[in-house]
């Protein structure tokens, strides 16, 4: 063996335990689908337009796209008539790199339609605890701190979470334009660290895809899940309204011009589809972050066999 | 210049007018929202450290320092002189700029000083220096035990565990990085 062979043999062999975790949850998340009659799909990696998003940008492929997420093409196959489906597929980012990010990683999606974002939340809970349990975990580590799994989890909002761990409240961070870095440095490390935790109800303007609340309509109907302080995934009720989504695909477009990002074309069959699609929740969940906090890894390079640098 | 993409660990910046180097860098993104680039900042001049983010359109000046060779000629108060050895002007730095290399000074030694837009602000010695040993305690010929050490003084007043065969007036090797001592010294 020569001795850069020998090296990459030694990284690689050092992760087994990690991969064949890894293994058995992907395993274990398809089964938990089937058993509850979902459909496991699989739509285009390679996009001619990824949905327009301020702070994502997609990776090019030709004079397409790599996806950054499967939302739009899952939601056309819900609006022409498939009620529950799943997919786990890679996404991919551009510049995003750190301890917790890789510009290649792995997704969960899935959509259920009839269902709102508190019958999501509760899915997403059934689903995590169904792996747990088949991989014989009841806590989890991360940084240092025992987190319980045992329903129920915590569930907080947005407007919560900021005025109890936060200096300011949700409002004041984002009429500042310091609401991202309100949420990373005092919010985020106080959630899910003794219970995972629901974070929801996003100011209107973070809403992204989601329907907004029709008794506060300040507020999307959208959550994230963190578990120590990670986050590990985001759902949504769905905006099912054609006109109000061109209007935030807009918005979004035009900041990105103004970054001089690349630029997206209206996903208008998307749009379009929008008017059959029934009311309905979706989720997108990490599944390199839950395997990193399944097996206790540091960062998310030790749940990969290969990281964009050692290849 | 410098954008938030290019900041990493060890990375040398100008902001405010002073030098600093990164001293822990990580990239975080809130799903939805922006980039942010978290930052734990060393300032080069006072020592002081502070935590900043950083978002991707951030741009930054990178930090003038160079390093030049100069001998160490005396203390004079709380202030060390050095001499470029090129055009022989004098460089002061205080007690606090030197820190422990203090330890390890001897006169007419050749120092790398750092300098920030060309003002002297810290100082970095050779990996390796040899010092004379000036007070040590007889060695006991009774003690053979492996790895007993004793505590000597060196010439510069610092003082070091060694060997418990190491005796006065001999010449002993030193890591400047660690403080500790290498092997005695022939000579």
Not at chain 2, 32 to 53: C, F, P, V
Not at chain 2, 141 to 159: E, I, M
């Amino acid at each position: 063996m020569n001795k850069l062979h020998q090296d990459d043999h030694f990284l690689l062999a050092r992760k087994s335990q990690v991969l064949q975790t890894r293994a058995k949850l992907i395993q274990s998340i398809r089964f938990f689908f089937i058993n509850n009659g979902f459909l496991e799909v699989e739509t285009p990696l390679r996009i001619p337009s990824p949905a327009p998003e301020e702070n994502i940008d997609a990776l090019t492929a030709g004079n397409w796209f790599l996806q950054t997420s499967p939302e739009l093409c899952m939601k056309r196959l819900v609006a022409a008539g498939y009620p529950r489906i799943f997919q786990i597929s890679k996404c991919f980012r551009a510049g995003e790199r750190g301890d917790r990010h890789l510009p290649e990683y792995t997704m969960l999606e899935w959509y259920v339609a009839g269902f709102n974002y508190q019958q999501l939340m509760d899915q997403c809970e059934a689903l995590i605890l169904s792996v747990a349990g088949d991989l014989g975990i009841a806590e989890v580590m991360r940084q240092n701190r025992k987190i319980n799994l045992t329903a129920p989890w915590e569930r907080i909002s947005v407007a919560e979470a900021f005025s109890k761990y936060a200096p300011l409240t949700s409002e004041d961070a984002l009429v500042r334009d310091f609401f991202d870095e309100t949420l990373v440095d005092h919010v985020e490390p106080n959630l899910g660290m003794n219970k995972p935790a629901f974070i929801y109800d996003y100011p209107a303007r973070l809403a992204s895809l989601a329907k907004l609340k029709v008794e506060n309509p300040a507020v999307g109907e959208r959550f994230e899940l963190y578990i120590g302080g990670m986050e590990i995934a985001n759902g949504f009720s769905e905006l099912t309204d054609a006109g109000e989504q061109r209007q935030r695909f807009e918005e979004a477009l035009k900041t990105r011009a103004a970054k001089n990002w690349a630029r997206y074309e209206m996903p208008e069959k998307f749009l379009r589809s929008l008017d059959s699609l029934p009311p309905c929740a979706g989720i997108a969940l990490g599944i390199d972050r839950l395997v990193m906090l399944m097996t206790g890894a540091a960062t998310i390079d030790d749940v990969v066999a290969f990281t964009p640098e050692n290849l | 210049m410098y954008t938030a993409s290019d900041l990493r660990k060890g990375l040398r910046l100008k902001i405010d007018g002073e030098p600093y180097v990164i001293t822990e860098f990580n990239f975080v993104k809130p799903g939805k929202g922006q980039a942010l680039y978290r930052t734990k900042l060393k300032n080069m001049i006072n020592g002081n450290q502070y935590e900043r983010s950083f978002r991707s359109v951030d741009t930054f000046e990178p930090a003038d320092l160079r390093e030049k060779t100069m001998q160490y000629l005396y203390k004079e108060g709380d202030k060390y002189c050095f001499m470029d050895n090129e055009n022989y002007e004098q460089v002061y730095l205080t007690e606090d700029q030197v820190g422990d290399a203090v330890n390890f000074m001897t006169d007419n030694i050749e120092v790398e000083i750092l300098l920030f837009e060309d003002r002297p602000i810290g100082i970095s010695l050779p990996n390796f220096v040899e010092l004379v040993v000036t007070e040590a305690e007889p060695w006991a010929k009774g003690d053979t035990a492996a790895g007993s050490t004793k505590p000597v003084k060196v010439q510069t007043g610092y003082t070091i565990q060694v060997p418990t065969f190491v005796t006065e007036g001999e010449k002993i090797r030193i890591d400047t990085r660690t403080g500790e001592y290498l092997t005695r010294v022939k000579g």
